[in-house]
């Protein structure tokens, strides 16, 4: 199915472009994701839906190498400086407006995780949503062999929560293989550069551009002053390993905000980021959640954090009002 599909367009808040994009966690590729804010903060949701006319037209103009092109309009007809701006266009209805008005698309990295039990078993299978009512049920996933899975990514974060157990979590950090530290805390966070504007910022970590590849490692609520957030290369693999010195039976994994499932101690959760781009000349494009976003904005990031983050906003009164008048 997912081969099929061309485009999704989604009618909410961020919640509901994670869950379309969550869709398709056991696949390498998304199809391109219009997305219409219609949520509380909207800070991935690009168009307005009062806006919908232009922006299908613009995702419609956006210069895609479709197969249809060169039958549709001879060569002649482009102008090869530039693989959106074909002078035909112009001849279109509805498509007068010129090839310069075709979106973009922002490309967000994903991370992926595997997730091993103490005898270093495979267990993804026992985490997809389509084996979640057997675990609700009691089946027993480090009992039964199975095939290994595709890994499950992200677009936001990777956590390992302690959940309802009153008992701190102790995770042991490692990176490349070395080891990093072990963390007494209520959990930890691996994240995107996109998902670093939202768990992890809410729990101290730093802010990163969606175009930096890299990816983060932030402690919830830790026990110590001197643990900060670390921001990694993309390639960076990282392990978390749930210590035997924790006291709750199993902490909790979740993947973009969803609980999957309950990780007992020994288990290890391996992350790293996922790969963009073609395996060879001529392959299909691999990796990444592409967003379609406006033309006329340089960089709708910072709109997006200096108008819906209020990033810097200062207390008090307004910037440019008086203080002094009636």
Known sequence: MADKIDIIATFGGDGTVLRAASLYKL???VPPILSFN?????????WDF???KKAWRETFMSGSDVATREANYPRG???KTSPVSYTAWERHKGKSMGAQRASKVLLRH???????DPSGNNINHWLSDTLSSEAKTGAKALAVPHEPSP???????ISVHRGSHPHLAIIDIYQNGHFLTETTADGILISTPTGSTAYSLSAGGPIVHPLVKSLLITPISPCSLSFRSLVLPLDTKVTLRMSRKNRGRELDLSIDGKRCAGVSPGTEIRVEGEFVGRAGPGEEWHGGVPCMIRTEDDDPWVGGLTGLLKFNHPFGREPGGDEYAD
């Open 50 to 52: 009062r806006e919908y």
């Open 151 to 157: 890994s499950l990514r992200a677009i936001n974060e």
């Open 110 to 116: 994903r991370i992926k995780a595997d997730v091993f």
């Open 77 to 79: 007809d482009w102008d």
């Open 27 to 29: 696949h390498g590729s």
């Open 38 to 46: 219609m949520g509380t903060l909207g800070f991935l949701g690009e």
